[in-house]
């Protein structure tokens, strides 16, 4: 009866923790894009620009404020689009930010509408 008791409250403190962990929230750095409105591009962190980031998982949400743009993420041998030309609106992703040279862009307008940052 005494084991069955210590296995139950066991298992409840366990529950307890799993839960606590996953309402806690995510302990992620958030980034902020932002492209638009007009022909503006920004990559953000606590409202600074971002130059230099150190290598790691982060939580990037971008705001698409014009159906003109995209914002699209470079670096490491990947790119990642994160917005579509002719949308707008946000949306949250998590990436991996690995050592090297960055890019985000809007790439109808790349050569216009870029910043870069290093990862370190």
């Known amino acids: 009866m005494i084991k069955a008791l210590l296995v139950a409250i066991a298992a409840a403190v366990s529950g307890l923790v799993l839960v606590s962990a996953?309402?806690?929230g995510s302990s992620l750095a958030t980034l902020k894009?932002?492209?638009g409105p007009g022909f503006t591009i920004s990559l953000t962190q606590n409202g600074h620009r971002v130059t230099t980031?150190?290598?790691?998982?982060?939580?990037?949400?971008?705001s698409?404020?014009?159906p003109e743009h995209n914002f699209v993420l470079r670096g490491s041998g990947s790119t990642r689009s994160l917005s579509s030309v002719?949308?707008?609106g946000s949306?949250?992703?998590t990436i991996k930010l690995t050592k090297g040279s960055w890019v985000y862009y809007c790439a109808p307008h790349a050569v216009s509408m870029r910043g870069t940052f290093r990862v370190t």
């Open 33 to 35: 894009g932002t492209v």
């Open 53 to 62: 980031l150190k290598a790691g998982t982060y939580r990037l949400v971008v």
């Open 91 to 93: 949306r949250t992703v």
């Open 64 to 66: 698409d404020q014009s």
């Open 86 to 88: 002719g949308a707008m």
């Open 22 to 24: 996953s309402l806690g």
